[in-house]
């Protein structure tokens, strides 16, 4: 009997740690240029972020075929970044589709323009929706998954690795560029050594506030480049020189983000000190940031085919016109130890690293 305890005793613990030891997993799911982001717990749990665009089902569709791969039958936490189109546009569709838990966004935007996708949030949530500010988590078991920016407001505090940042002395400072984007929720996910940084539309001004004069987020494992990787307006040099990502995933779409030139305009610099010059190809300036290793885009980028202003093509999800498009994903898979595998959806290219 004895002997039959201590076996039953030895595969319970080896239950455990299975069970312990699955991976975190994150989709990015192809919504043209919009954005629509799955990530799953060790525990099962999901967290969707965004859901692409109003055209027909096809958005929605293509989250329900990436959350059933990564087996979720329900979306437990629903995120709406902000109220633009291309991020809420698919939710009306999507929860026809597939049942969802909790809501959470920035609050009422306060633009009129967007107040339809406001009502269009406002009626599939039902009720249970949650305003979020920043230093609020998501709640997933296993994953810490921490609001860094919501409404225009951000967390007060360094996180671990954070600190002063040499960076912003002559940093080039831009003008806003819509309110909308400034206002959207921007979520940090900590699993382990392993972190995933989703800014969505942040803009330069915005990422501005949380990199200077203060880095508040230390370095991130993997980073979705705000603004679709259009960054003319996004993405300033001091605050993704010190995130430090090593690897970047561009939800860009064949006619939007990477590519796209949309200067914003320039504030002037403080009197007798001239901004630091800095590289202006987006595609340049996220190759030459210091630690990355590679960079996986959506989209092959149709405003600028140049092989060189895009990355290998094997890291590529899709490179057809919209029309054509597949709609392939980009997948990441986090085991505890903070080693971690990218797979293309396309062609099943798959490459490993380890969270620094």
């Given at each position: ?98 049942p969802m838990g909790r809501f959470y966004d920035h609050g009422d935007p306060p633009e009129p323009a967007n107040k339809q996708w406001l009502d269009s949030y406002l009626a599939a949530s039902g009720g249970k929706r949650n305003t979020v500010k920043p230093g609020d988590h998501i709640p997933m078991k ?43 929720v921007a979520v940090l996910f900590t699993f382990g050594k392993f972190t995933f940084l989703d800014p969505i539309d942040m803009d330069w001004a915005t990422d501005m506030a949380l990199a200077c004069p203060v880095n508040k987020l230390g370095t991130v494992t993997v980073y979705q480049t705000a603004r ?129």
């Open positions: 009997m004895r002997r039959l305890l201590l076996f039953a005793c030895v595969l319970a613990s080896t239950g455990t740690l299975g069970a312990q030891s699955k991976n975190l997993e994150i989709y990015w799911i192809d919504v043209e240029g919009g954005a629509a982001t799955v990530i799953v717990a060790p525990s099962g749990e999901s967290t969707l972020i965004d859901t692409g665009w109003a055209v027909g089902d096809r958005d929605p569709k293509r989250i329900v075929a990436a959350a059933q791969l990564a087996g979720v039958k329900k979306i437990d936490n629903m995120v709406i970044s902000h109220f633009h189109g291309d991020h809420v546009g698919g939710l009306a569709g999507l929860a026809k589709l597939m296993g994953v810490a998954a921490l609001v860094v920016a919501a409404h225009g407001k951000f967390i007060d505090k360094p996180l671990k690795g954070g600190g002063p940042n040499r960076l912003c002395e002559n940093a080039q400072q831009m003008e806003p560029v819509t309110l909308e984007n400034q206002m959207g679709h990787g259009s960054w003319d307006g996004a993405a300033s040099p001091a605050f993704v020189g010190a995130i430090k990502p090593q690897v970047m995933v561009v939800n860009n779409g064949p006619r939007k983000g990477l590519g796209q030139k949309d200067p914003p305009k320039e504030t002037p610099p403080p009197a007798g000190k001239p901004y630091a010059p800095y590289e202006h190809n987006s595609f340049f300036r996220m190759s030459k940031n210091p630690g990355v290793e590679d960079i996986w885009q959506g989209h092959l980028s149709l405003l600028d085919k140049d092989p060189a202003h895009n990355t290998n093509e094997n890291m590529i999800a899709n490179v057809e016109e919209t029309a054509d498009c597949k709609g392939n994903w980009i997948k990441a898979s986090v085991a505890p130890d903070g080693k971690f595998t990218m797979t293309n959806g396309r062609n099943g290219f798959s490459k490993s690293y380890a969270a620094r």
